[in-house]
């Protein structure tokens, strides 16, 4: 049987967005980042549940970067900016967004972050503070078809065929990275990194919310951080 008579269509693709924070401000926002990573106070610090190489600051429900280090306000006020710029630009309205998390990570060799999505957020993002793209691991977006028994519902597979490369039989898409860009996705898109080879994988992550949650008619509420 030959594929002469078939036709596949790609529809509905995801919008990953990236910015770039420009060379002298990333410099400055980079440095605060190491003081904090370097310096660390216990009460911000803690670790990831699956990876003990892994470190986070200030990720527990009552912290957030830009609340307890309000020397990185313009960081804030800058991704905020790239957010709205993010929606517009894929077609839709929004007035306002609120960062309603944002956390430093530091990841040491061979840590890893396991495949996860980011609940009660609209849209996550990732800003890349110190990164070698040749030693540091690329962010991966995981297929939802080839779950790997890890889904969180139960759902159904099929087995893939090797012989066969399709961009729906990929178990994870790899996002080449460079230091000083700003990643954005939709929240509930799976994502994580592994086969991290150096030490000082520094990025900061955040959840975003528009400052009103509405379809523009008849539902609605709004988010204070
Ligand atoms: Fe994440």
Redesign the pocket.
Same mark, same amino acid.
């Given at each position: 049987m030959s594929n002469q008579d078939l036709k596949i269509f790609p529809i509905l693709p995801e919008a990953l967005g990236l910015f770039v924070i420009p060379p002298e401000e990333h410099c400055h926002y980079k440095g605060i980042a190491l003081k904090i990573i370097n310096k660390p106070n216990d009460e911000y610090k803690s670790q990831n549940i699956g990876c003990s190489t892994l470190s986070h600051f200030c990720n527990q429900k009552n912290q957030n970067i830009f609340k307890n280090f309000p020397e990185l306000k313009n960081l804030e006020t800058t991704l905020c900016e790239f957010t709205l710029k993010y929606i517009r630009s894929i077609g839709f309205t929004c007035d306002e967004v609120i960062i309603t998390d944002a956390w430093l990570n530091c990841g040491s060799a061979n840590s890893s972050?396991a495949m996860?999505v =980011?609940s009660n957020s609209l849209i @996550?993002g990732t800003y890349y503070i110190n990164f070698v793209p040749d030693v540091h691991a690329p962010l991966s977006i995981f297929n939802d078809r080839l779950l790997q028994g890890t889904a969180r519902h139960p759902f159904l597979e099929l087995p893939i065929d090797q012989s066969v490369s399709t961009p729906y039989n990929q178990q994870q898409l790899r996002i080449s990275i460079e230091e000083s860009s700003v990643l954005l996705w939709k929240s509930h898109i799976l =994502?994580g990194w592994d086969n991290n080879q150096a030490d000082n994988r520094i990025s900061l @992550?955040f959840n975003v919310m528009p400052k009103v949650c509405t379809d523009g008619y008849a539902y609605s509420f709004s988010v204070n951080r």
């Open positions: 972050q996860h =980011h @996550s =994502h @992550s």
